[in-house]
């Protein structure tokens, strides 16, 4: 008796474990199924408040293409210089030397929504509540290969009126904030200080090597009093017109207009 129940426990015992086996088999029979995703280049629109990036808030909203003084690169398709921001020095007397270009003031929230405002283009965002930035240069990367680039700013013509021209004049940039949105790296700092002049010619801002630069970046000279980046308050001091005395004092009355060309070329 004792022996037909031993061998009966045997019997269960050993059945259990070919179950076993077998679920264990079947629970390993597995296939796998591929996932594909083509990638291509993106496009840059200058025209979206996105494209041109806030560099004292650059997870926040963009700069508004609009804001005055600001000109979208209506070029500009995967790679290239976004959007720059003209240099206003304001009215000197003669014998002036020194100068700093105005700071930028954003467009506020609620700016053009007023059909009776009289706010025109050259007042439009200039409230009690606006921010400012530091001058910019906005470029970006999003071609999907990314073989780097130089970012040069180059005086091309020198401040001339009518009749004169302010020979020997140049423009001096300090307190660089180079921010991104994206996570593009790029390694090389940017000078502390660069000059432009006619005689010069041009010179390097930004240096992002193969593999560095993607996606959307704007590099500002001088902070805002509440940026928590860079130097706060040097938003209105970082851009400055040096006029040699001799020329200064010769200066003829006249509103003096120059250009400075940002090109994004190959890296050096």
Do not use: H
């Amino acid at each position: 008796m004792k022996l037909r129940k031993l061998c009966a426990i045997a019997l269960v015992a050993t059945i259990g474990a070919a179950t076993v086996g077998s679920a264990a088999s079947a629970a390993e029979n597995s296939l796998g199924s591929e996932g594909t995703v083509t990638v291509s280049g993106g496009i840059i629109d200058p025209e979206d408040p996105g494209s041109i990036i806030d560099p004292e808030n650059p997870e926040g909203p963009g700069i508004d293409p609009e804001t005055p003084e600001v000109i979208p690169n209506p070029d500009i398709e995967s790679k290239g210089i976004i959007a720059v921001s003209n240099l206003k020095f304001g009215s000197v007397e003669v014998g002036t030397t020194f100068v700093n270009a105005k700071p930028i003031i954003l467009i506020g929230e609620n700016d053009g929504e007023d059909e009776d405002s009289e706010e025109t283009d050259e007042t439009r965002g200039m409230r009690a509540d606006s921010e400012t930035r530091g001058n910019i240069v906005s470029f970006g990367d999003v071609t999907g290969s990314y073989t780097g680039y130089t970012i040069t700013g180059e005086l091309t013509s020198q401040f001339t009126n009518d009749t004169t021209t302010l020979n020997g004049a140049s423009i001096t940039y300090t307190n660089p904030l180079l921010a991104t949105s994206g996570t593009g790296t790029i390694a090389a700092a940017v000078p502390a200080s660069v000059v432009l002049s006619t005689e010069e010619g041009a010179q390097t801002f930004v240096s992002a090597e193969e593999g560095e630069g993607s996606g959307l970046w704007t590099l500002e000279f001088g902070q805002s009093a509440t940026s928590e980046s860079g130097t706060p308050g040097t938003d209105a001091n970082s851009v400055q017109l040096a006029i040699p005395a001799s020329v200064a004092s010769a200066m003829t009355v006249g509103t003096y207009t120059a250009t400075v060309t940002w090109t994004m070329g190959a890296t050096a």
